[in-house]
């Protein structure tokens, strides 16, 4: 822990996992507790000693939000405030709301403008064609399709498919029962029938229907990189995916991850970010294709993704970055993860047992290594706290039930 005496607030706007891993990445650089401010408390931010909750009903309304973010800074008028979206639309308010907020706040973020070309899937496989970053086949949808229309023959690539909206941020505002992240469809009409109800849910943006690239979460891979106040990267860290969760919204979040080491790949992503005049954290999703060898992005998120542990815990700190370029304004090179590091949100029982046998030998082996890291247990904020120490028992009992629910052994 650096001590410099900073009087700096650390803003986030959400109470989530990315939160905590967010807040604790402050708090071990700096000893810097957080303020999270959210619709409402969740365990995973309640019982601690690193973040202060502030409850605000309606958060997503922009009067609401402008309000809540008003008020935070007239009540801290002496502190350093640096504003953190947990979330998707979180992010996207700060980025609307960038200009009126940077008198008293940090916003390290994009432009508006950018932000629409990048969060739009469809925009974005169209960028990621430009600097040769490769992405699964897709078809883009503008509205409801019949299934003779959507036949293997149309589309370009057999069942099954991946069924997804183009905007995420929309399609979350349109809640419907059975909602999920993505979807599969194993034929035209049940592709017809999933589109035709993401559409009439009130959802209007496109949607993405794309070649389904097989294999197990160890399939996926995760790239965090963050672009300085001048444009350019400073850092990227790449993480091979062990498994993900699988209850139904929290599909395709990572519960675990071991850095990875791929600068070719890193490269082609650098220069992309550097060449478009992106800002602060961006978060890829890629996924190896066994048929052919090669690694494709799925999507960009605009912030620091929910398993953001998984960097600070390789040894990069995602709070000296932001401190470092925007408080203290010194000179950042360029850093990339080279050495691994397992990660875990899960218990590492639930890793060993369902994820693929490939990749728990190296889990195993990392953790005997004692190159292994927990984003909930924080000995920091599990000491002396009982009510914590109860919380976190609990959490983790209860993935065994959800996984041994939804996630099938993966042998492959």
Same mark, same amino acid.
């Given at each position: 822990?650096?001590?410099?005496?900073?009087?700096?607030?650390?803003?986030?706007?959400?109470?989530?996992?990315?939160?905590?891993?967010?807040?604790?990445?402050?708090?071990?650089?700096?000893?810097?507790?957080?303020?999270?401010?959210?619709?409402?408390?969740?365990?995973?931010?309640?019982?601690?000693?690193?973040?202060?909750?502030?409850?605000?009903?309606?958060?997503?309304?922009?009067?609401?939000?402008?309000?809540?973010?008003?008020?935070?800074?007239?009540?801290?008028?002496?502190?350093?405030?640096?504003?953190?979206?947990?979330?998707?639309?979180?992010?996207?308010?700060?980025?609307?709301?960038?200009?009126?907020?940077?008198?008293?706040?940090?916003?390290?973020?994009?432009?508006?403008?950018?932000?629409?070309?990048?969060?739009?899937?469809?925009?974005?496989?169209?960028?990621?064609?430009?600097?040769?970053?490769?992405?699964?086949?897709?078809?883009?949808?503008?509205?409801?399709?019949?299934?003779?229309?959507?036949?293997?023959?149309?589309?370009?690539?057999?069942?099954?498919?991946?069924?997804?909206?183009?905007?995420?941020?929309?399609?979350?505002?349109?809640?419907?029962? @059975?909602?999920?992240?993505? #979807?599969?469809?194993? !034929?035209?009409?049940?592709?017809? =029938?999933?589109?035709? *109800?993401? $559409?009439?849910?009130?959802?209007?943006?496109?949607?993405?229907?794309?070649?389904?690239?097989?294999?197990?979460?160890?399939?996926?891979?995760?790239?965090?990189?963050?672009?300085?106040?001048?444009?350019?990267?400073?850092?990227?860290?790449?993480?091979?995916?062990?498994?993900?969760?699988?209850?139904?919204?929290?599909?395709?979040?990572?519960?675990?991850?071991?850095?990875?080491?791929?600068?070719?790949?890193?490269?082609?992503?650098?220069?992309?970010?550097?060449?478009?005049?992106y800002r602060g954290f961006a978060n890829?999703?890629?996924?190896?294709?066994?048929?052919?060898?090669?690694?494709?992005?799925?999507?960009?998120?605009?912030?620091? @993704?929910?398993?953001?542990? #998984?960097?600070?815990? !390789?040894?990069?700190?995602?709070? =000296?970055?932001?401190? *470092?370029? $925007?408080?203290?304004?010194?000179?950042?090179?360029?850093?990339?993860?080279?050495?691994?590091?397992?990660?875990?949100?899960?218990?590492?029982?639930?890793?060993?047992?369902?994820?693929?046998?490939?990749?728990?030998?190296?889990?195993?082996?990392?953790?005997?290594?004692?190159?292994?890291?927990?984003?909930?247990?924080y000995a920091y904020?599990?000491?002396?706290?009982?009510?914590?120490?109860?919380?976190?028992?609990?959490?983790?009992?209860?993935?065994?039930?959800?996984?041994?629910?939804?996630?099938?052994?993966?042998?492959?």
């Open positions: 822990m650096e001590n410099l005496n900073l009087n700096v607030i650390p803003v986030l706007v959400g109470a989530d996992q990315n939160c905590y891993n967010v807040a604790r990445a402050f708090h071990e650089a700096y000893g810097l507790v957080s303020h999270a401010i959210g619709r409402y408390a969740i365990g995973i931010t309640q019982h601690t000693s690193i973040v202060k909750f502030h409850a605000v009903e309606n958060l997503g309304s922009d009067d609401t939000f402008m309000m809540a973010m008003s008020d935070f800074a007239a009540n801290h008028p002496d502190a350093t405030l640096i504003a953190i979206g947990c979330t998707d639309e979180y992010a996207a308010l700060l980025i609307r709301h960038r200009a009126e907020l940077e008198d008293r706040y940090i916003v390290p973020y994009i432009n508006e403008e950018l932000m629409q070309k990048l969060v739009d899937k469809a925009d974005f496989y169209t960028m990621c064609d430009k600097y040769g970053i490769r992405h699964p086949k897709t078809v883009v949808l503008s509205a409801p399709a019949k299934a003779e229309d959507l036949t293997a023959a149309a589309l370009g690539f057999s069942y099954p498919i991946i069924v997804k909206p183009s905007s995420s941020i929309d399609y979350w505002h349109h809640p419907f029962d @059975g909602m999920k992240k993505v #979807y599969t469809a194993n !034929s035209p009409e049940e592709t017809e =029938k999933i589109v035709a *109800e993401i $559409y009439n849910s009130g959802y209007t943006q496109r949607m993405i229907l794309q070649d389904r690239i097989e294999g197990t979460d160890a399939n996926m891979r995760v790239l965090t990189a963050y672009v300085g106040k001048d444009g350019k990267v400073k850092m990227m860290c790449l993480g091979h995916v062990l498994l993900e969760e699988h209850t139904p919204k929290g599909l395709g979040n990572h519960a675990a991850i071991i850095t990875e080491y791929n600068p070719e790949l890193t490269a082609k992503f650098r220069a992309m970010l550097e060449d478009i005049g890829f999703d890629i996924k190896y294709d066994d048929r052919d060898g090669t690694l494709n992005a799925f999507e960009i998120n605009l912030r620091q @993704g929910r398993s953001n542990y #998984y960097v600070t815990s !390789s040894g990069l700190n995602i709070a =000296k970055y932001l401190v *470092e370029d $925007y408080v203290l304004c010194r000179d950042l090179g360029y850093t990339e993860a080279s050495e691994p590091h397992f990660w875990h949100y899960v218990p590492r029982g639930v890793v060993y047992r369902y994820a693929s046998k490939k990749v728990v030998p190296e889990a195993k082996k990392l953790a005997r290594q004692k190159q292994v890291s927990s984003s909930m247990w904020d599990v000491l002396r706290n009982p009510m914590r120490l109860f919380y976190l028992i609990e959490h983790g009992r209860r993935f065994y039930k959800k996984y041994k629910t939804y996630c099938p052994k993966q042998d492959g």
